[in-house]
């Protein structure tokens, strides 16, 4: 069997494997709604700029795409790679011709669909509830998917390394709480104090949100410590980027258990 053929069986069951689970399925495509009717009505009524949330609403479009970009890959693939460890499902992978780096891959492709039906759900609802412009560019393709491919790669990584699937748990929420809310997705970097900004560069969601906002947001992005404010420059770092965290997810899977 080629390379392909691998990895599009593989895709195939890991996605069986998804759809079998029917609270994980139902909580994906819940979650953003909840996200959009608390974060949404508190856009709407912060209009003028008195709330807490102080721009328009289509400037908290990355914000809402990362909440699923970000969550979703981390918790699915960590918690996968952890039930994957406990039942040796590695050692008896080993003995098959699927690579790690090809098995990573199909899972990452069951994340970019999934997700992206629930960003498409996210856009609509975002559109309904807070009345935001959206520019629908195409480039949102590109940035969801190398956003999903990214932390599909740190949720190997926490997979990995973690002890169990309530430790997975528990470190990527530990980890993407704080990149959720400091990475220029719901808190422009105005309302930080300026010594604390560069720091906002240091992490991989920063790339997404001010790549995304740039693709389709009108006014575009506030300058950042004299880097582009075009596109293209952020869809390259994130490229680079998620190469780095899928390599290395890729090679921290266990071979054997």
Same mark, same amino acid.
């Given at each position: 069997?080629?390379?392909?053929? =691998? ?7 890991? &996605? ?46 990355? &914000? ?35 690579? =790690? ?26 559109? !309904? ?10 480039? #949102? ?15 190997? #990584?926490?997979? %990995? ?15 993407? #709480?704080?990149?959720?809310?400091? %990475? ?9 104090? /300026?010594?604390? =900004? ?13 790549? !995304? ?8 992005? /506030? ?12 869809? &390259?770092?994130?490229? &680079?980027?998620?190469? !780095? ?13």
């Amino acid at each position: 069997m080629t390379a392909v053929g =691998r990895i599009g069986a593989a895709t195939v069951a890991a &996605g069986k494997s998804f759809l079998r689970r029917r609270t994980a399925v139902f909580f994906t495509f819940f979650f953003p709604v909840i996200i959009i009717v608390i974060f949404g009505a508190l856009v709407q009524t912060g209009g003028g700029g008195t709330g807490l949330f102080t721009e328009p609403a289509a400037y908290y479009v990355p &914000g809402y795409l990362a909440v699923v970009v970000l969550f979703t890959p981390l918790s699915r693939v960590g918690s996968e790679v952890a039930r994957h460890r406990e039942g040796n499902q590695f050692e008896k992978l080993a003995t098959t011709p699927l690579s =790690r780096s090809e098995w990573l891959l199909a899972q990452t492709l069951v994340n970019v669909v999934v997700i992206g039906l629930a960003g498409l759900l996210l856009l609509g609802l975002i559109v !309904v509830v807070t009345g935001a412009e959206i520019s629908f560019s195409p480039l #949102l393709i590109p940035f969801v998917f190398l956003g999903v491919a990214l932390f599909c790669g740190g949720g190997a #990584l926490i997979g %990995s390394f973690a002890g169990s699937q309530d430790g997975v748990i528990a470190a990527s929420n530990g980890i993407a #709480l704080p990149l959720l809310f400091l %990475s220029e997705t719901f808190v422009p970097p105005s309302m930080l104090p /300026e010594w604390f =900004r560069p720091a906002i560069l240091l992490s991989p969601l920063t790339y997404f949100s001010r790549g !995304v906002r740039a693709a389709t947001y009108g006014p575009g992005i /506030e300058p950042l410590a004299g880097l582009p404010t075009g596109w293209p420059f952020y869809l &390259g770092v994130l490229a &680079g980027l998620t190469l !780095v965290f899928f390599a290395g997810g890729a090679a921290a899977l266990p071979r054997t258990d």
